[in-house]
């Protein structure tokens, strides 16, 4: 596992300049760019915002721990049977201001990054035969990621939006400018507002296409993204009628059709899951060996592959759910004849490099059928959207799925179930408990401590780093730690 020092906020001004931003869809081998790299052209300032993309990949975010860490401590992951030692913290529930995650280092890294190019081109930004159109876009992306990276910040290190304290509880910092500072934390009320406001910025300026380096142009923030994320955001909220809103807007762009049953399984024959694109997905973070962040052997198709690490296994707890003709049960595998009773998901089959090893793979952030589950859900708290119903929502899944219809209508906890096998290993289930108020419980579970967790806990907020706290004087520790 990589072992690093913690990079604190109030130095990642140099960040832009001084560490690696490879344009890693475009520019190989070459793997790094140190003083070549310039915010004083054009060229200079989209090298800039394509770093503020690379930082994702890493193992730290959704190269492999945010995505883990989630179904980890949310009940759909376990250690399994074949284990290097990874994950027991999160597993327990153990963290502590020492044993935190990673992911304040690489959010603030891709805010940092944002935060510089944005100054740029607010400053004023002119270049022979550069369209102020261009920039607008290049200025739209990041803000798209510094919203991206608040939110994941603060799913992780605050309390859930709409319960207990809600907006006047402790946010993370906001950061909008990139300086040796000591930033103290925001409300989680004014992190929300500054995460709608950059996303709806960027969803007017954003081109429904975003096709820059002619690979994957679902890696790269399109107007849909952005629509796609507010939806999520505004459902953290309990917006119910914007999220709904923003949901039927991706949803009725007709650009982002459901996987069939028969594709949702031919992850071994190139299909959706080993696929640059696939047709649900709106946003995902392209894998590839020219980015600066990839991580090797250390991410998602190896440790979730019976083959390869094979640390985090999956629950019987989200497998049992699933009815045997639903394909998304097949998306399961053990490996016979030495582990019959273990399951690892196959949502990461990694896509071969160029010395045949699978070692790299395309991580889904953004899907159409979280928006049918969004939409879904927002009519069951009251949201309206002319001819339809919740129940059309979760059936259009089901019904590609190979699952029974519901008939009837659904019940709130069934589209809470919906979403639970729908984006299993997706990172979503131990937010969506913490959103909604619902403690963790867990059937399945081999660990000596913490098998359940009652909402609500403090330990549903991570603390914040003590490599921060111990440089950060206007830095406050989240209560119990």
Request: charged residues 25%; glycine residues 8%; contains cysteine.
């Amino acid at each position: 596992m990589k072992t690093r020092n913690m990079i604190l906020v109030g130095t990642l001004a140099l960040l832009v300049f001084l560490t690696a931003c490879e344009d890693y869809l475009y520019r190989e081998p070459r793997l790094s760019q140190t003083t070549e790299l310039t915010l004083s052209t054009y060229a200079g300032l989209e090298s800039g915002v394509v770093g503020a993309y690379a930082i994702m990949y890493d193992t730290w975010w959704y190269g492999r721990d945010f995505v883990v860490f989630a179904d980890m401590r949310g009940g759909n992951a376990k250690i399994g049977p074949i284990s290097s030692g990874r994950y027991y913290t999160e597993y327990l529930w153990n963290n502590t201001p020492q044993v935190t995650a990673w992911l304040w280092q690489d959010a603030h890294i891709t805010i940092a990054r944002a935060n510089n190019v944005l100054e740029v081109i607010e400053g004023g930004f002119e270049e022979p035969g550069v369209e102020q159109e261009d920039l607008d876009v290049l200025a739209a992306e990041c803000k798209f990621l510094r919203a991206l990276a608040h939110f994941d910040l603060a799913r992780f290190f605050c309390q859930p939006y709409a319960q207990g304290a809600g907006r006047d509880q402790l946010g993370i910092p906001v950061i909008l400018k990139t300086e040796n500072g000591s930033p103290a934390r925001n409300t989680l009320g004014e992190v929300y507002d500054q995460i709608v406001k950059d996303l709806t910025e960027a969803e007017a300026a954003l081109p429904t296409v975003n096709d820059r380096a002619g690979v994957d142009p679902k890696a790269w923030a399109t107007k849909y993204a952005a629509q796609a994320l507010l939806a999520r955001v505004t459902l953290y909220m309990e917006d119910w009628q914007n999220a709904a809103n923003w949901a039927t807007k991706v949803i009725d762009s007709g650009k982002f059709p459901l996987y069939s049953a028969a594709e949702y399984t031919t992850w071994d024959k190139g299909g959706v899951w080993g696929t640059t694109g696939a047709s649900e997905i709106i946003f995902e973070i392209y894998g590839a060996e020219g980015n600066s962040a990839h991580n090797n052997w250390d991410g998602m198709a190896y440790i979730s592959n019976p083959e390869g690490y094979a640390d985090v296994a999956a629950s019987m707890d989200v497998i049992t759910l699933i009815e045997d003709a639903d394909v998304r049960k097949a998306m399961f595998r053990n490996h016979p004849p030495d582990y019959i009773d273990a399951f690892w998901s196959l949502k990461y089959p990694g896509k071969a490099t160029s010395d045949g090893s699978i070692r790299v793979e395309d991580i889904p952030v953004l899907r159409i059928s979280e928006m049918y589950l969004t939409r879904a859900e927002a009519i069951k708290n009251g949201a309206t959207v002319s001819g339809v119903t919740a129940l059309d929502d979760i059936n259009k899944i089901r019904n590609n799925r190979g699952a029974t219809p519901y008939t009837g209508d659904v019940t709130l906890e069934e589209v809470w179930k919906e979403r639970r096998i729908e984006l299993n290993f997706e990172g979503h289930h131990l937010f969506d408990l913490a959103r909604t108020g619902r403690s963790l419980s867990r059937t399945d579970f081999d660990g000596a401590v913490n098998k359940d967790i009652p909402f609500p806990d403090y330990r549903w907020a991570l603390p914040i780093p003590q490599q921060e706290l111990d440089a950060n004087p206007n830095m406050e520790q989240n209560p119990e730690y």
